[in-house]
């Protein structure tokens, strides 16, 4: 369980993006619905320990979260509004470059976790293209993916349907 107390930032410009927020968020999958600048992607940032508040304080499972991010990093899946890639790289060898990031020691292991999930997101024909060459849905997939990497206790998804395109859902390839 994640627990959210009084967060607050205002960023450098003067902008005043979480004020006084409290909130607690069960184990499970968690986004956020409201208007555009309302402070989603703000408050997911900190969350996902990206960028910290000005003051308040965030736990998980009773850890302070600003003071001991890795324990929060290993259980976290997150997926950003806007991510970068790295061009050239191949979805399958980018996706087990982050599932090392992740934690995900054991090579074969990984490879199954990084294979299954190419095919869940419908990507598996895909898997030896560049993401940086995918369409707008092909890589909110490609973001889906990685944000399940290790099977995390937490999912936070941040426009998690923005650009996504036709996918049927989980598929066996
Ligand atoms: N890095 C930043 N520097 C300055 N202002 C920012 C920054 N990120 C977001 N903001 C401002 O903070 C407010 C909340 O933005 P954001 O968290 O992106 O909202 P949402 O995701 O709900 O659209 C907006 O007014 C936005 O312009
Ligand atoms: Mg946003």
Known sequence: M?????????????????????LSIPKGM????????????SLMRTIATLQAPDSGSITFDGTDVIA???ELRQRLGYLPQDFGVYPRISAEK???????LKGLSNKAERKEAVQG??????????RDKAVSGYSGGMRQRFGIAQALLGDPDLIIVDEP?????????PRRA
């Open 117 to 126: 999930l190419l095919v869940h997101t419908n990507l598996w024909q895909h």
């Open 94 to 100: 980018l996706l087990d470059h982050l599932a090392i």
């Open 68 to 70: 001991s991010p890795n």
């Open 161 to 169: 349907t923005a650009g996504l395109d036709r996918w049927a859902g």
């Open 30 to 41: 968690f986004g956020l619905l409201g208007p555009n600048g309302a402070g989603k992607s």
């Open 2 to 22: 994640l627990s959210i107390n009084q967060l607050t930032k205002t960023y450098s410009n003067g902008v005043r993006a979480l004020d006084g927020i409290n």
